[in-house]
């Protein structure tokens, strides 16, 4: 047992029995590979990662490839999910010296923790140009050893490099019309016509850009923008990136049609995938982007929900197949032979049609994604819902993947958000009490006494590593919609406390933001990364939350920070718009204003609802009633009833509708 037993990050725990001294990030481990003048190896990965598993088992659980790692080294494993600012430090430094980057990342420090020599997953052996991970350390050691002044001037050199990167878009001005136009000709350049999505192959669902498209659409009445968000959204609900028997989505696809996806489940997809559909049904009634929605709400709460309440990162590609090897995707596929088995011959040879199964296979040795047919033809529902049920029931009987049960703050924030909304949007009371629970983990845990976010808990017990900017925005964001459905003012209450932490530690001159806090852990360089990529940026996460924040509360501090923070968007739209999706989604709110809509009248009543329900991009919405109503939410302050009658008002710019009593006429304020 090396010295990660006991840590809560279940893809350190993965590696505590592995012949490796293995020491977790933090000053100790460095002090050791000083004291004993070593290198430290890096190796950065996550629970659900394949080919961090594949490292493990060829190199890390090898006695004589350990044995020479300990006499030469200090080994330090990050679970990157715990430690994201470790990792996005080290990991610009492996794109910026190899031109790509991943995980496994594997990178080579001194002990004062500069980087010298880069890479990803290396082989056992020698294999497509790559060196042997035994020959890696060779060399390395032999470079520490006889070349120490060279290492020494190649680490400083990149130290020096990264230092050198600081972004200065900050107080540029906002996003106007003219970068969303030239944001969405990007997009529409990028656009996958046959297949939805944006790019080729692996495709990643781009939630964060459908839901920019969505505003946009709202906003501006494009068609083009609506279209390219419906195609894309029904393209994948189609396809085996989705899983059809379950619910919830893959990480990505490894082709451009979505056949076949990288099996691993991810909490931050399916909450991002989940409230953009049902973002999408609000928009156009689609039937499809209904089911998808609750199907995944219902996934998440089924396979992610943990003891506590929260909701857990992960479950894994791999599991066990009919011969216990551990394979990816075995879980998840079928052969024609498998569906007779479980169906019989007659919906055997029906549920093979209906979902793609074929002899040859769409995946490895002969088996199939499950995926529906591009066609639209006639078909019974009620007997797609049987042979559904019956192949999930005996699904369930298979080796379940592995869950990575730690409780992130800043992807449970997106899931409180998602379930909310689509709990009250389908009248799902339960989906917001998980939300509510979820919420209440993250305040009684994470936040503990002195308004500071821990970034991770497992089993109700907090971690050791500080929340970073992305859990602020995050949980921010989940906090403000959980209050909108509600109607009670302590969640808005919650996210001012997170959001005054964004003000104090994480803003810098002119609007700029960082990823880490001002009181956080120094590095050898301070991350400040603004793109969106598999989730909202942490800079564009608190530019959405403080924007709102403001709309509900008239903040000008509040109002003016997410100003100063959308100066990045502005600068990145035009030239990256699949990488700045929220950023855009943010700054079409802005440009909507965005909308404050008041309600006094019952929460959940049909102004509540009405209101719920508008299209206008990121509107805030406070319900209530009685004379205790604005002391939960600044915007109901004197707003009283009409003629006795629940009363809706609409404002913008610092001006307001005339109040309406009819949920027709406040309809068709929000674009509704």
Not at 38 to 55: E, I, N, R, T
Not at 67 to 81: G, I, S, T
Not at 362 to 382: H, I, K, N
Request: net charge negative; proline share 5%; glycine share 12%.
């Amino acid at each position: 047992m090396n010295r990660l037993a006991g840590v809560t990050s279940p893809y350190l725990l993965q590696h505590a029995d592995n012949p490796v001294d293995w020491w977790p990030w933090g000053p100790e481990a460095f002090e050791e590979a000083e004291r004993r003048d070593v290198p430290v190896l890096l190796s950065v990965g996550y629970s659900a990662c394949h080919w961090c598993h594949v490292m493990a088992h060829e190199s890390f659980e090898d006695e004589s490839v350990a044995a020479y790692l300990n006499e030469r080294f200090v080994a330090v494993k990050v679970d990157r999910e715990e430690r994201p600012d470790v990792d996005a430090v080290y990991m610009e430094a492996v794109q910026a010296a190899t031109g790509h980057g991943g995980w496994p990342m594997t990178v080579f420090l001194t002990p004062d923790a500069e980087p010298f020599y880069f890479g990803t997953y290396f082989p056992p052996e020698p294999r497509h140009g790559s060196p042997s991970f035994q020959q890696v350390l060779e060399g390395v050691s032999a470079a520490w050893t006889d070349r120490r002044e060279e290492v020494a001037e190649v680490a400083g050199r990149i130290v020096a490099d990264l230092a050198g990167r600081s972004l200065a878009h900050g107080g540029d001005g906002v996003p106007g019309e003219a970068e969303i136009a030239q944001a969405l000709l990007g997009l529409t350049r990028e656009y996958d016509e046959q297949h939805g999505g944006f790019g080729g192959a692996p495709k990643f669902p781009p939630a964060m850009v459908v839901e920019f498209l969505l505003r946009h659409y709202a906003r501006t009445g494009s068609e083009g923008a609506l279209q390219m968000a419906a195609d894309t959204c029904s393209a994948m609900a189609r396809g085996g990136i989705y899983d059809q028997l379950g619910g919830g989505f893959a990480r990505y696809s490894v082709d451009r049609e979505w056949v076949v996806p990288h099996f691993e489940k991810m909490l931050y997809d399916n909450a991002l995938l989940c409230r953009v559909y049902a973002h999408l049904w609000r928009t156009t009634g689609s039937t499809e982007a209904r089911r998808i929605a609750l199907e995944t709400a219902d996934f998440m709460v089924r396979e992610l929900r943990t003891a506590e309440g929260g909701f857990a990162s992960a479950l894994d590609a791999d599991s066990e197949d009919r011969q216990g090897k551990h394979v990816e995707g075995a879980f998840y596929v079928w052969t024609p032979a498998q569906l007779r088995e479980v169906l019989g011959e007659e919906d055997g040879a029906f549920a093979a049609a209906y979902f793609g199964v074929t002899e040859e296979g769409t995946f490895e040795e002969g088996a199939s994604v499950l995926q529906l047919s591009g066609e639209a033809r006639p078909v019974d529902a009620g007997r797609v819902a049987d042979v559904r049920a019956r192949l999930l029931a005996a699904r369930e009987e298979r080796p379940r993947p592995g869950r990575d049960d730690k409780v992130v703050a800043a992807w449970n924030g997106l899931a409180i958000a998602a379930l909310a909304e689509t709990g009250a949007y389908f009248d799902r009371p339960d989906l917001v009490e998980r939300a509510t629970e979820a919420a209440d983990l993250l305040v009684r845990v994470h936040l503990g006494e002195v308004a500071r976010l821990t970034r991770t808990s497992k089993d109700g017990r907090a971690g050791t590593n500080a929340g970073v900017l992305e859990d602020y925005g995050d949980v921010a964001e989940g906090f403000l919609a959980l209050a909108a459905v509600t109607g009670e003012g302590a969640w808005l209450e919650f996210a001012g406390f997170l959001l005054d932490v964004v003000l104090e530690q994480f803003t810098g001159e002119g609007g700029q933001l960082y990823d880490t806090a001002h009181e956080a852990e120094k590095l050898i360089r301070r991350p400040q990364d603004p793109t969106d990529s598999a989730t909202p940026a942490g800079w564009t996460a608190a530019a959405g939350a403080l924007l709102s924040y403001a709309a509900y509360t008239g903040s000008e501090a509040h109002r003016t920070a997410a100003e100063g923070a959308l100066g990045v968007v502005k600068a990145l739209a035009p030239r990256a718009p699949r990488f700045i999706g929220w950023g855009l989604a943010v700054a079409e709110a802005l440009l909507d204003g965005p909308r404050e809509v008041a309600v006094a009248g019952p929460v959940g009543g049909e102004l509540h609802r009405t209101a719920l329900l508008g299209r206008a991009p990121g509107a805030v919405v406070a319900a209530g009633e009685g004379p205790g109503a604005g002391a939960e939410f600044p915007l109901l302050v004197d707003r009283p009833l009409v003629g006795g009658e629940p009363t809706a008002y609409v404002c913008r710019h610092f001006v307001c509708d005339a109040p309406t009593t009819d949920a027709g006429e406040l309809a068709g304020k929000l674009g509704g």
